[in-house]
C-alpha cells in the first residue's frame, strides 16, 4: 500500500470545456473553480495532507488579456464564497509563485485567506499561482549564491537546495494527476516530480469529479514504487 500525503494536480482542460458546453472560455475556469471546492473538501476527508494545484503558469500571462484578468479575479470569487467552509473543514490555504508580478488586488485577497486559515491544521490547499518551475529554480540558485556570499551557508545538498525551492517544507509529492490527456508537465514542479507517480487522464477538469479522483488513488495504489532499488525478497 503507498501512503498519499501529497497530491498534485495539474488542473487542464477548463477551455474545452467550455468550448463543448458552447460557452465563454471563461465559464470553463468558473466551473473549474467549483471542482476544486468539491475536490478539496473530499481530499481532506480522505486525510491526504498536502493538495498542490496548478491555477496559474508564468507562461499563462501569454493568454488575451480578457481571460488573464478574468483568472485574476477568481481568487475572489473562490475565497468569497467558500472561505468559511475552508475554516469549517480545518484547511490551510499556501500559494507557490511569483507573488511580484500578480495584481496587487488579488495577492491582498489570497494574503487574507492564508492569513485567516494559518492555524489549520487539516489539508495544506496549495496554489501553485503565477508559478513556474525553472523560475523557481532559477531563484532558488540566486538566494543560495547570494547566502553564499554572506557566509551563512557553506554546502550544498539536494535536501538543503530543497529548502531554497518554494516547495520548502511539504511532504514529497507523491501523485501527480494531470486532467485534459495532455503527457506534459508545462513547468510544472521540475525538481519535486523526481519520483512521483504520474496519472494523465482525458477527463477535463471541470468534470472531475470525487469518483475521477478514487479511481486515480486506486491506480496510483496499485503502482509499485522502487525509488531506484529493488526488492531483494521477491526473485525479480
Ligand atoms: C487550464 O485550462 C486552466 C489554466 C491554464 C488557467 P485551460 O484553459 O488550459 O484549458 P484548455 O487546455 O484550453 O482546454
Ligand atoms: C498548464 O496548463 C497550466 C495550468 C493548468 C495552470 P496549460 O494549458 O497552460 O498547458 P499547455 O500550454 O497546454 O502546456
Ligand atoms: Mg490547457
Known amino acids: 500500500m503507498n501512503t498519499l500525503n501529497h497530491l498534485a494536480i495539474i488542473m487542464d482542460g477548463n477551455g474545452r470545456w467550455a468550448k463543448q458546453n458552447k460557452l465563454p472560455r471563461t465559464a470553463g475556469h468558473y466551473k473549474g473553480v467549483e471542482v ?29 488579456a480578457d481571460e488573464v484578468n478574468y483568472i485574476m479575479s ?29 495584481p496587487s488586488e488579488t495577492m491582498k485577497v489570497i494574503d487574507d485567506a492564508i492569513n485567516t486559515t494559518k ?22 540558485a540566486k538566494k543560495y549564491a ?32 494531470r486532467t485534459g490527456s495532455e503527457m506534459r508537465l508545462s513547468n510544472f514542479l521540475l525538481y519535486q516530480l523526481a519520483y512521483s507517480e504520474f496519472v494523465v487522464i482525458d477527463t477535463l477538469w471541470p468534470d472531475f469529479t470525487n469518483d475521477v ?24
Not at 45 to 56: D, E, N, S
Not at 119 to 140: C, K, M, P, Q, W
Not at 149 to 161: A, H, I, M, Q, T
Request: proline letters at 1%; hydrophobic letters at 35%; aromatic letters at 12%.
Open 74 to 102: 477568481l481568487p475572489k470569487i473562490f475565497f468569497a464564497s467558500y472561505i468559511k467552509e475552508l475554516m469549517e473543514n480545518n484547511v490551510r490555504v499556501m500559494i507557490i509563485g511569483d507573488r511580484e508580478k500578480i
Open 146 to 177: 547570494q547566502d553564499y556570499k554572506d557566509g551563512k551557508v557553506n554546502d550544498l545538498s539536494e535536501e538543503s537546495f530543497a529548502d531554497y525551492l518554494y516547495t520548502s517544507g511539504l511532504p514529497e509529492v507523491d501523485l501527480l494527476i
Open 36 to 64: 476544486l471546492r468539491n475536490i478539496t473538501i473530499y481530499a481532506n476527508k480522505l486525510g491526504i495532507k498536502c493538495l498542490t494545484v496548478y491555477a496559474f503558469s508564468t507562461e499563462n500571462w501569454k493568454r488575451s
Open 119 to 140: 492555524n489549520n491544521t487539516g489539508l495544506i490547499l496549495n496554489f501553485a499561482f503565477n508559478y513556474g518551475s525553472r523560475d523557481e529554480i532559477v531563484r532558488a
Open 213 to 236: 479522483l478514487d479511481s486515480c488513488i486506486a491506480e496510483y495504489m496499485g503502482r509499485k514504487r522502487n525509488f531506484g532499488g529493488r526488492d531483494e525478497t521477491k526473485n525479480n
